[in-house]
């Protein structure tokens, strides 16, 4: 049996974390080369060599550093629809009917882009809104939100008014 002396990198065990330690093997995946180092002991290594990944000594930033985005932010910057932090839907469009009390139907045109032919298309929605306060005319610019359900079609209500019809 072979002994080995105090200053080996690695253990008679594990010929292939001794390999990578010496540097007879070079490991094309960083993953791998961090598998195989936790299984060497910290004989012959610096500190530099035992920082993980993400720390202030490593010279590659860490892409799970990064603190990831709110989805409304995310949402707001391709032009999508907008969502607050309770996560309901928030969207502006044109009232274009108020005979119903207390209910406007606000019609919500969205510009998306076809999948397939990148033609860039108009899709219509009409919204049912709750109007409290009967303030809305037709024609106006409005802001609803996503609420609960208040009648069969009627699932949005009138946040604000943001520009009156002439």
């Known amino acids: 049996m072979t002994e080995m002396s105090d200053d080996a990198v690695g253990t008679a065990a594990d010929p292939l974390a001794d390999a990578v330690a010496t540097g007879d093997i070079a490991v094309a995946d960083p993953a791998t080369a961090d598998l195989a180092a936790a ?28 603190p990831a985005p709110e989805p409304s932010v995310v949402a707001a910057d391709r032009g999508g629809p907008q969502a607050r932090d309770n996560g309901r839907k928030v969207r502006e469009g044109i009232v274009t009917s108020t005979s119903m009390e207390k209910t406007a139907i606000v019609t919500v045109t969205e510009r998306v882009r076809h999948p397939l032919y990148r033609k860039t298309l108009q899709r219509t929605k009409k919204l049912y809104a709750h109007d409290e306060a009967n303030s809305c005319r037709v024609g106006d610019r409005v802001r609803v ?12 209500r009138l946040v604000d008014v943001l520009e009156r019809a002439r």
Do not use: N, Q
């Open 145 to 156: 939100a996503e609420t609960r359900p208040m009648s069969k079609l009627k699932r949005w």
């Open 39 to 66: 299984d060497m002991t910290t004989a012959g290594m610096t500190a530099a060599d035992m920082t993980a990944p993400g720390d202030p000594g490593d010279p590659e930033p860490s892409l799970s550093s990064a």
